[in-house]
C-alpha cells in the first residue's frame, strides 16, 4: 500500500500545533529553558522556536547538557548555531562525574547516562531555577513515551510518575504547578521521525554535518560501527581505525553511537535513505538495547 | 473541508482486541518501523497463545511497563499512521478497563471519530453504552462500530445483525447521526485494512477505507477566534500572539478584545515566513491591532460585530477526573485556552448515569463521575456553548493546592445572572466612609477551635476599639447561623458556604468604612483563604486563636465537646472534623492567655 508520508499540509499544521506550545510555555511559566542537544530534533525545535516568537527573539535560554564525549563536530556545530542565532546558550556539565572518572567505558551505557545526563540536567535545571524544561522527546521513539503528555509534571527531585500524569485534554494545558513541582514540555511529541527530516528538508534547517555520509575513521564493536573521534577511546592491540564512509542517524557520545554506511551527502539523499531504512533510530543507539522498558526507568529517575 | 491531521479515539478494552486491532492497522499500514515489529514476532506475554514468529499486535501499542505486566492498558497512548492522500490519522488509545470514564473523556476531547469496539462472541456490553454516551458527550459525532472476533462466531452475518439492531435505542437516545458498523476480524485480518472472502455478506468498506473517506464536517459555527497567549515584542513592534480558532480573520477586520470589548482592526497578520493577508483555524500568528488597545494574556479576539458576551456564571458538563470529590462552594481555578481564573461550582444539577442517560441527584461529583453543574468566575470570561464549537466551549479545572487538573469542563449556555444585575457603583465610596469616621477599613478575621476564645476576644477588642472612638462591628459564627446560614450544616460543603457568605457580608461592612471583626470557627484553610481574596492586601487580618484542644474541651462554654464524646456531633472541629493551621495568619493569638493582652497585641498590631 502506497503511504504519502509527510506532506506539507500535515507538517504545516504540526508546526501551528508546536508554535502554539512553545508560546504557552513562555508565557505560563517563570523561567523556562529549553534543551538543546544539537541533534536533529532539536534544530527542528529550535526552528520551531524562532517562528513562534518572531519577530522577538527566543524569550529563554538554551541549554546543552555537556558529558565531555559528544562528537567534536556536536559541538563545533553547537557553537556556531548559537552565534548566528544569538540565543542565550548555557553549558551543563556533570565535573564531579569527570573527576570520578566516569566515562563510556567505565561502566554500563545506562548508568553513564544516569550519571552524565541525568544528575548534570537535574543540576542544571535546579541551579538556575528553571520551572519548565522544553525537550524534544516524539511519542513515536519509543512505547512509554507514546502516554507522555505534552505538559508533563515532575515531582520534586524531577521524578517522571507514569501513575499519575495529568489528564490532558483538548488544546487546553495545565501549566500550573505545586510547590517544588517543574514541568517538562514537548512540543513535537506529535511528530514522527520522518516528519522531522521531512521538515528539515522544506525548510532547510542547517543540522550537523555528521548527518551526512563522508570518510570517517571507524572501529568495529559488535556489529557495531563507532567512529574514533578523538585519542581517548580505548583502541584493541593492534586495532587501527578504519576509514569507512558512513553517517549518523541520531547524535550523542560519540562511544556510544554507532554510525551507518551511507552515501546520503545531501538532505534529499539523507531523506530518501531513512525512509527506505525505517529501521527504528534508536536501535542505532547503544542505551536503549540495554533492557526492554529502560526508557521508562531513565525518564522516572529524571530523564528526558 | 479537508484537515490534515485526522484524530481518532479508539474504545474497548483488551478483552474485546482493541491492542491487536490497531497493532494490526499500525503494521499494515507500514507505520510501525521493522524492528518493533521484530521484536514484536519474538516477544511473548505469559499465557499467550500467539505462534513464535507471527506478529503478536498487541503488543505494538501496550505501552508502560507495568501495564505490560498486567497485560493491559491503563493510559491514553498516541500513535500516528500515515493515511492515502497525504494525511495523518492519530490514534488516541483510551483503555477500556478502571478509569475508563477519565481516560476516554481525555483520548475522546481531541477526536474527531471514534472506533467503539464490540466483542461478537460476547455482544453488546455496558460499556459500549458508555462508550457511545461519552464519545456523544465530548462531541465525538462520527463514530464506527467495529464488531470484532467476527471469526468466533462463524462469521455469521446473524450475530452483527443482532448487535446493529442492539444499539439503535441508545443511538437514537444520544442523537448520533453519523455512525456505521464494521464486522471485521482483527486477529485473522478480515476487513481491517484488506477486505475479506470470509462475510460474503457483508460489501460495505473495510475498516481502512472507512476512515480514510470520512470527512471532517464544517460545522455551523465558524467565526474566528483568537486566545491571545502572549504580547510579542520587537523594535517598533508589538502583536497578539496566538493560534485562530474555528474561522478566518483578515486584514482589515474590525476586531473587539474581550472581555474589556475594546475594538480595533487588524493592520497586520506576522508570521515567520512574512505577513498573511488572512489566516485561518488552526494557524499561529501574531496580530497587530490599530489603534494598540490594551490586550493582555488570556484575553480573546473576535470579529466586534459578532463578538460573544463575556459571562460569568455558566451551566456545564462537567467529567471529574480528580481523586477527591468536586463540592459546590470550593474555590479552582477554571483554565480555558490561555485563561485561567478563579471559579467556584455554585450548585450540583444532577450526575449523569451513563448506562441509561438518566439524571440523578448528587451533592458531590466523584471520580469518573459526569454532571451537570453551575459555576461562578471570578471575573467575565468568553466561553460559548461546547456543541457550537469546542475549542472555544471547553475548561478544566484545577485544584489550588495539588494543581492537579480535577474537572473536565463543556459549556451548555451562560447564566446571564450578571449581566441583569450589574454592579451600581456609587458616589460615596468606602474611603470616603472610613474617612467619616476617621479610620482605615479593615477585617479581623478570628479563626480557631470551637472554645478557643474568639468570641471573648472579638467582643474585649470591640469594645477597646469604640473606647478609641472608632466603629466596629463584630460577625460571630454563631450568630450568623441563627440567621442568614440557618439552612447549612457542618458538613466540608457546608463549612465552605458558611465561610463564604460571612466573607461578603464582611465585605459588605467593610466597604461601608467599618473595622469588621469576624469570629469563625473557618478550620479549612483554603476556605479562609478565599475570604482574603475578596479584599486588598493589608485590608485583611488573619488571626488564629490558638488554644489547644484539651482546653477547649475544658472550658466547652456551649456544651459541644460533650455532644460530641457522646457521639451526637459529628462534625465537631478538632474532633470529628481537622482544623487545618492557620500558616498564612498574620497574628497567632495563645488563647490561654489573658483577654486583655490578646487586645493589647491586636491593637498594637494593626491599628497603631
Known amino acids: 500500500m502506497e503511504t504519502v508520508i509527510s506532506s506539507p499540509s500535515v507538517l504545516e499544521a504540526l508546526e501551528n500545533e508546536s508554535i502554539e506550545i512553545f508560546r504557552e510555555t513562555a508565557a505560563a511559566f517563570r523561567k523556562p529553558v529549553m534543551l538543546y542537544s544539537i541533534g536533529k530534533d532539536s534544530s527542528v525545535l529550535l526552528h520551531l522556536a524562532r517562528k513562534a516568537f518572531a519577530p522577538g527573539p527566543i524569550p529563554f535560554p538554551l541549554m546543552h547538557i555537556d558529558t565531555t564525549w559528544k562528537f567534536k563536530e556536536m559541538i563545533s556545530f553547537r557553537d556556531e548555531t548559537a552565534k548566528e542565532h544569538g540565543f542565550e546558550l548555557l553549558v551543563q556539565t556533570n565535573h564531579d562525574g569527570i573527576k570520578d572518572g566516569i566515562t563510556p567505558f567505565s561502566m554500563g551505557a545506562s548508568e553513564y547516562t544516569r550519571i552524565m545526563k541525568t544528575v548534570a540536567l537535574r543540576a542544571g535545571l535546579d541551579k538556575h531555577g528553571f520551572d519548565a524544561a522544553i525537550g524534544g522527546s516524539r511519542r513515536d521513539e519509543e512505547r512509554s513515551r507514546a502516554k507522555e503528555r505534552i505538559l508533563s509534571v515532575r515531582e520534586p527531585g524531577h521524578r517522571w510518575d507514569p501513575r499519575s500524569q495529568r489528564p490532558e485534554l483538548w488544546r487546553t494545558y495545565n501549566p500550573r504547578l505545586a510547590p517544588e513541582q517543574t514541568m517538562r514540555v514537548f512540543p513535537i511529541s506529535d511528530w514522527t521521525e520522518l516528519d522531522i527530516w521531512n521538515y528539515i528538508l522544506q525548510e532547510n534547517i542547517k543540522v550537523s554535518p555528521l548527518y551526512f555520509a563522508k570518510e570517517r575513521p571507524i572501529v568495529w564493536r559488535g556489529s557495531q560501527m563507532i567512529m574514533v573521534d578523538d585519542d581517548r577511546y580505548p583502541l584493541k592491540d593492534g586495532e587501527t581505525p578504519e576509514i569507512r564512509r558512513i553517517r549518523f542517524r541520531t547524535l550523542g557520545c560519540y562511544p556510544l553511537t554507532a554510525g551507518v554506511d551511507s552515501d546520503a551527502t545531501t538532505m534529499e539523499k539523507v531523506v530518501k535513505e531513512v525512509t527506505e531504512l525505517k529501521l527504528s533510530e534508536r536501535a542505532t543507539r547503544l542505551i536503549d538495547g540495554d533492557k526492554e522498558d529502560s526508557m521508562e526507568k531513565k525518564k522516572t529517575e529524571g530523564y528526558f | ?608
Open chain 2, 1 to 608: 473541508m479537508e484537515k490534515p491531521i485526522i484524530r481518532l479515539v479508539t474504545c474497548g478494552s483488551v478483552d474485546d482486541g482493541k491492542s491487536t486491532l490497531i497493532g494490526r492497522l499500525l503494521v499494515e499500514t507500514d507505520s510501525v518501523p521493522d524492528d518493533t515489529v521484530d521484536a514484536a514476532k519474538s516477544v511473548r506475554r505469559s499465557g499467550s497463545t500467539i505462534k513464535a514468529g507471527d506478529i503478536d499486535f498487541s503488543l505494538l501499542t501496550d505501552g508502560l511497563e507495568a501495564e505490560r505486566e498486567q497485560g493491559i492498558t491503563i493510559d491514553v497512548a498516541y500513535r500516528s499512521m500515515n493515511l492515502l492522500n497525504g494525511r495523518r490519522l492519530i490514534i488516541a488509545d483510551a483503555p477500556g478497563h478502571e478509569q475508563y470514564t477519565r481516560n476516554m473523556a481525555v483520548a475522546a476531547s481531541r477526536s474527531d471519530f471514534a472506533l467503539v469496539l464490540v466483542d461478537a462472541t460476547r455482544g453488546i456490553r455496558t460499556q459500549t453504552l458508555r462508550h457511545l454516551t461519552i464519545c456523544s458527550l465530548m462531541g465525538v459525532t462520527k463514530i464506527a462500530v467495529v464488531i470484532n472476533k467476527l471469526d468466533g462466531v462463524g462469521y455469521s452475518e446473524q450475530v452483527y445483525k443482532d448487535i446493529q439492531e442492539g444499539l439503535k435505542e441508545t443511538i437514537e437516545r444520544l442523537d448520533i447521526k453519523n455512525i456505521h458498523f464494521v464486522p471485521v476480524s482483527a486477529l485473522a485480518g478480515d476487513n481491517v485494512v484488506y477486505g475479506t472472502e470470509n462475510m460474503p455478506w457483508y460489501d460495505g468498506p473495510t475498516l481502512l477505507e472507512y476512515i480514510q473517506e470520512w470527512d471532517v464536517e464544517d460545522k455551523g459555527e465558524n467565526l474566528p477566534r483568537l486566545n491571545v497567549q502572549m504580547i510579542s515584542r520587537a523594535e517598533n513592534f508589538r502583536g497578539l500572539a496566538g493560534t485562530i480558532v474555528g474561522g478566518k480573520f483578515a486584514v482589515g477586520d474590525e476586531v473587539a478584545v474581550l472581555p474589556s470589548k475594546k475594538t480595533a482592526k487588524i493592520s497586520q497578520i506576522a508570521t515567520f515566513s512574512g505577513d498573511l493577508k488572512e489566516a485561518e483555524d488552526g494557524k499561529a500568528v501574531t496580530l497587530v491591532l490599530e489603534p494598540d488597545v490594551d490586550a493582555t494574556r488570556g484575553d480573546v479576539i473576535e470579529l466586534a460585530d459578532k463578538a460573544s458576551l463575556p459571562a460569568d456564571r455558566f451551566a456545564a458538563t462537567v467529567v471529574w477526573l480528580g481523586e477527591t470529590d468536586l463540592i459546590h462552594s470550593k474555590s479552582y481555578f477554571l483554565i480555558s485556552g490561555s485563561t485561567q481564573i478563579p471559579a467556584i461550582v455554585t450548585n450540583i444539577r444532577h450526575v449523569l448515569n451513563i448506562n441509561n442517560g438518566e439524571h440523578d441527584a448528587a451533592r458531590v461529583l466523584k471520580t469518573n463521575e459526569i454532571g451537570v453543574v453551575e459555576l461562578a468566575t471570578d471575573a467575565p470570561v468568553a466561553l460559548i456553548p461546547y456543541k457550537q464549537n469546542r475549542f472555544k466551549g471547553n475548561f478544566i479545572l484545577v485544584d489550588r493546592a495539588t494543581m492537579n487538573t480535577v474537572g473536565a469542563g463543556m459549556v451548555k449556555h451562560s447564566l446571564r445572572r450578571s449581566a441583569n444585575v450589574s454592579e451600581h457603583h456609587y458616589d460615596i465610596d468606602r474611603d470616603a466612609r472610613a474617612g467619616q469616621k476617621n479610620q482605615k477599613a479593615k477585617v479581623i478575621w478570628l479563626t480557631g477551635l470551637s472554645g478557643s476564645g474568639k468570641s471573648t476576644i472579638a467582643n474585649a477588642l470591640e469594645k477597646e476599639l469604640f473606647s478609641l472612638g472608632m466603629h466596629a462591628y463584630v460577625l460571630d459564627g454563631d450568630n450568623m447561623r441563627l440567621g442568614l446560614n440557618k439552612d447549612l450544616g457542618f458538613t466540608r460543603e457546608d463549612r465552605a458556604e458558611n465561610v463564604r457568605r460571612v466573607s461578603e457580608v464582611a465585605h459588605s461592612l467593610y466597604d461601608a468604612g467599618l473595622v469588621t471583626i469576624v469570629a469563625l470557627v473557618s478550620p479549612y484553610a483554603e476556605d479562609r483563604a478565599q475570604a482574603r481574596a475578596l479584599f486588598p492586601e493589608g485590608d485583611f487580618a488573619e488571626v488564629w486563636v490558638k488554644t489547644p484542644a484539651e482546653v477547649c474541651a475544658e472550658r466547652d462554654p456551649k456544651g459541644l465537646y460533650k455532644k460530641a464524646a457522646a457521639g451526637e456531633l459529628p462534625n465537631l472541629t478538632g474532633v470529628g472534623q481537622e482544623y487545618e493551621v492557620a500558616d498564612s495568619a498574620e497574628l497567632v493569638i495563645d488563647g490561654t492567655g489573658l483577654v486583655d493582652e490578646s487586645v493589647e497585641l491586636l491593637i498594637e498590631k494593626f491599628f497603631s
